[in-house]
């Protein structure tokens, strides 16, 4: 049996924990053409202007964003760090699960960096499913979302 699914690296994890006896396989975004595509999940850490404890909190997004926390909190494997050096460090770029996802950041589009991308998911998760079940072909699913969300986009005035 094959099935074929686009999800994030911090799947993986969830994938081994859940289904431990299923074997898995990652892979690159198919390319439609010659463009490759994929999606990034990035992660931000701020301080309020008026905090109360500025130095905490610049201590704390500090430790999170520099080798040592990186390592801590990317170490379970639901994200890929952005240090290079720490990816190393976890050897992600040795393991094939990981590879995919880290050959991808090359060229991926960043999750949500517009408020149209969630629109946009929302309406090809729904028309996929229905073609995954039979109900429609593909090329008519994609069609179908492809419409609905120009049309709530026009009607959102973005």
Known sequence: DCQSSVRPSYAIPYLQQTFPKIEFATAE?????????????TVAYVMNKQAKNKEAAWELISYLTGKEGMKAWANGGLAIPARKSVISEL??????????????ADYATIWQEDEKLPIFMTHFDNQFLSALLGEQSLKSAMKKAQQTANKEIQASNY
Not at 29 to 41: A, D, L, R, T, W
Not at 91 to 104: H, K, M, R
């Open 91 to 104: 050897g992600y770029e040795q393991n094939p699960l990981y590879t995919p996802f880290i050959a991808g």
């Open 29 to 41: 975004v198919p390319s439609i053409g010659n463009h490759k595509g994929s999606m990034v999940y």
